[in-house]
């Protein structure tokens, strides 16, 4: 204990008799430390998704995967109707099954007594979900909660939302998905969890109307097994079950039952099991880039570490010579190295832990600012404690060992004879070793620097990149209602009265947004074999027009309805290079779709430049256009007004909305805020990077101003009779600051070639992406070369300026 004792006596002492040092170093690693604990909370929030779930190893979800001749789709998260509860009623090996179902239109109204709001992320559930997803119920049960019709389970927010702090059980309220109102009984009440499955709410697949009676009853979709890929199946194996074993099963019976419906439809397709823990993070089914992301950030964490221990060796082996003479009289008295090693470690420990306790306070005060960048909600609580004081610890372990290791064996290294004679002088090796790890450090800032310069400029190029249609000053409104679908044609006929409104058409799927419909044509000549799949969009005359979507060949929907619903489409050039034509030749040619022993006949009046219907991440895919029958088909009414006042236009139509529909309240949308949505997790994701890698620059010149103060020291009597010898001030200068552009050089040429390797793998994620051109290796380079002469010029520029009779007076 008294051994201890003086081990922190003379840390101390070291601390405060070197402060410059001691700040830079404690700085270093406490923004380190604190740089690493906050991306730690980040990554362990990223995982903790979809981890309530009983048994997660045996749950899986039924994926499609489409032959390649089904433009447009390749894989998809989701089954035809009957494919799940089919399996798992012939294989044994399915404990349970399950089939989730998004409700009709996006959004959907719910009203209780005088409170009426729209809820997204509703579902369609068979009883047996509780069978194989975990829910948390705070009320009612989960076994038989959606078992009867029109029963519905609700998230704690609605019901808070709705009945305060009252209890929501057995109560009725009225939902409305795109169709008519439907009463049901709530039976349940969950508390939300993080998973891949944001709900609010579930309703029974037996209930009246919306896409349960759909599955259900309607003949194109209850028994259809190639077509109709919307619905999401999960399964529980049961004990002992391999899931490489189960897929060959599964597609038998897909053979089976599902033969002769994918001849009729002209595709092939097969089935294969996706494990429900790896959808969120890693799904290549859903391209999700989380995980992606989570090695980026490990990534960050991991160099902002090594950064601040590199400026921790740096400068405990840098000021090694000031301590050669205590570790020489120490071996002298008879310190073994063994004692030595211990105690240096044990002030390295003292650093460390006192960063540590500076980075928790960085971390408490930085949270709230983090989850605001992040759009997480992170706080520490019963079920991270344990993480971060762990966290904690290891770090504190690592940062100690590593940042203290090699100081630790080289001082204690020292020969007392060499030392007390004052023969001591820094060894080759040391040097070397202190030029390695600033090359080290700049490579990982260059890399750094061209992944958020690369990073930034594809999101930028995302946003200014021209979609082919023009997204500003386009109000969206939804029609949720039967009722709102019904006016649709006398509120059209309204909004045209307004000197604001330019244009108002009407859609099923605006840009945006993806198209969930779709159908295989053939050409005069061919059959469903060689059938191309196009997506179906419904849309009203005008609406090419009002979105600046160019006409390429034929012409546009027109007002009549009656003649341009019997069968015309309009397809985009996609469509048209897949059936290998060329545009004008498309006009008037004739395309056919076979089902259940019927053909139906389409005629091509026009045909439209390609434009990105969803996410730049997504290839352009075939689309087809078509005017239906009746007005009220429609999912969203379009309005095209001018860009200035628009909150007074918003207003008026808000008016108007309540003026002639009654049922449902009014909400809209921009058109263009709508695309940026897209990319808001990429955003967060960019912004993120960025910060942290401005941190990480900082360290990384914390590290590098110690190291310039400590060579300007070292060299001060050089500078004086160089200065006597008649050198001036810039040269001096630019002789300090050599040495360390040479080695920033040297990291870029290394750290060049690897971060053109890790950006080009990040941007296959893209459909459309960035070049990668020489300026972002460029722009990296000169900034690092700025950065370090910024940071070493001072001390360079205070040692030049010294009075060499200063220096050189005891010489």
């Not at 009463?183 to 499955?197: A, C, D, H, R």
């Not at 490489?244 to 038998?252: M, S, V």
């Not at 605001?372 to 290891?394: D, H, P, R, Y």
């Not at 009014?666 to 997790?681: A, C, G, S, V």
Request: with cysteine; glycine share 6%; charged share 20%.
């Amino acid at each position: 204990m008294l051994m201890f004792r003086n081990y922190l006596k003379i840390a101390f002492r070291n601390l405060v008799r070197t402060k410059a040092y001691s700040i830079i170093n404690i700085c270093g690693l406490s923004l380190g430390v604190a740089c690493c604990l906050l991306l730690a909370l980040y990554v362990e929030d990223e995982f903790q998704y979809d981890r309530h779930h009983e048994r997660l190893s045996d749950l899986y979800r039924i994926d499609t995967q489409f032959e390649a001749n089904v433009v447009g789709f390749d894989k998809l998260g989701s089954v035809s109707p009957p494919i799940p509860m089919t399996l798992k009623d012939e294989l044994p090996e399915i404990e349970a099954a399950a089939r989730i179902v998004p409700t009709f239109g996006s959004a959907n109204l719910i009203q209780y007594e005088d409170k009426k709001f729209y809820e997204s992320n509703a579902f369609v559930a068979d009883s047996t979900l509780f069978d194989v997803l975990t829910f948390e119920f705070i009320e009612g049960t989960p076994k038989k909660a959606l078992a009867d019709a029109n029963t519905v389970v609700i998230a704690e927010s609605i019901a808070r939302k709705l009945f305060g702090s009252e209890p929501a059980l057995d109560k009725s309220i009225l939902i409305t998905q795109g169709g008519t109102p439907v009463n049901y009984k709530i039976t349940g009440v969950y508390k939300p969890q993080k998973s891949f499955l944001e709900a609010n709410f579930f309703t029974s697949v037996m209930s009246e109307g919306g896409s349960g009676e759909y599955i259900r009853k309607n003949e194109n979709a209850a028994n259809e097994w190639a077509g109709q890929n919307f619905v999401g199946g999960y399964i529980k194996l049961a004990p002992g079950h391999s899931p490489k074993d189960l897929e060959k099963k599964i597609n038998e019976v897909l053979v089976k039952y599902g033969s002769e419906d994918m001849k009729a439809l002209g595709i092939t397709k097969t089935l294969f099991l996706e494990p429900v823990k790896d959808i969120y993070l890693r799904s290549h089914v859903d391209k999700s880039q989380r995980i992606t992301y989570i090695y980026t950030i490990v990534s960050i964490a991991s160099f902002i570490l090594i950064l601040a221990c590199i400026n921790f060796m740096n400068l405990s082996t840098a000021k090694a010579t000031k301590r050669a003479a205590e570790i020489g009289i120490r071996k002298v008295m008879g310190a073994f190295r063994g004692s030595l090693i211990r105690q240096i470690l044990g002030e390295a420990m003292v650093v460390v832990a006192i960063s540590i306790v500076i980075s928790v306070i960085l971390v408490l005060v930085a949270l709230p600012v983090f989850n605001e960048l992040s759009g997480k909600a992170i706080s520490f609580n019963q079920g991270n404690v344990v993480f971060f004081g762990t966290a904690l610890l290891i770090l504190m372990v690592i940062t100690g060992l590593i940042a203290g290791s090699y100081p630790a064996f080289y001082i204690s290294s020292f020969q007392p004879a060499t030392v007390l004679k004052g023969k001591f002088t820094m060894n080759k090796t040391s040097g070397r070793l202190r030029q390695g790890l600033v090359v080290l450090q700049f490579m990982v800032a260059i890399v750094l620097g061209c992944g958020m310069l690369v990073i930034s400029r594809q999101l930028s190029f995302m946003k200014d990149k021209d979609l082919g249609f023009n997204p500003e000053a386009k109000i969206i409104v939804p029609l949720r209602t039967a009722d709102a679908k019904k006016k649709y044609e006398s509120l059209r006929t309204e909004l045209e009265k307004m000197n604001a409104v330019k244009a108002v058409s009407a859609t099923g799927y605006p840009p945006g947004s993806n198209i969930f419909n779709d159908m295989a044509f053939y050409r005069e000549g061919g059959n469903m074999d060689n059938a191309i799949l196009n997506r179906i969009n419904n849309i009203d005359a005008g609406y090419m027009e009002m979105l600046d979507i160019k006409l390429i060949a034929g012409r546009p929907f027109t007002t009549n309805r009656l003649a341009d619903s019997k069968g015309n489409l309009i397809i985009n050039r996609t469509s048209a290079k897949k059936f290998g034509v060329e545009p004008k030749k498309m006009i008037g040619e004739k395309l056919y779709f076979d089902w259940q022993g019927k053909n139906y006949a389409f005629q091509v009046v026009g045909v439209v430049e390609d434009y990105n219907q969803t996410s730049l991440k997504d290839p352009i895919i075939p689309i087809v256009f078509q005017i239906p029958e009746k007005a009220d088909e429609y999912s969203y009414l379009i309005a095209s007004v001018n860009p200035s006042g628009l909150s007074q236009t918003v207003s008026q139509i808000e008016d108007m909305w309540k003026s002639q529909v009654s049922d449902a309240p009014f909400e809209y949308t921009f058109l263009d805020d709508n695309i940026q949505k897209q990319y808001l997790e990429d955003e967060r994701i960019s912004k993120i990077i960025t910060y942290f890698t401005a941190i990480a620059i900082i360290i990384c010149s914390l590290g590098l101003y110690g190291l310039s103060s400590f060579m300007a020291e070292r060299r001060l009597k050089e500078i004086g009779v160089r200065k006597v010898m008649g050198a001036s001030v810039p040269q001096i200068m630019g002789m300090m600051s050599r040495e360390f552009v040479k080695l920033v050089l040297l990291a870029f040429v290394i750290a060049a070639p690897l971060a053109w390797y890790a950006m080009t793998q990040w941007l296959q994620a893209f459909e459309y992406k960035v070049p990668l051109d020489i300026s972002i290796f460029t722009f990296a380079g000169l900034g690092a070369i700025t950065i370090a002469l910024l940071t070493v010029s001072y001390e360079s520029l205070k040692a030049a300026s010294t009075d060499p009779a200063r220096t050189l007076r005891n010489e």
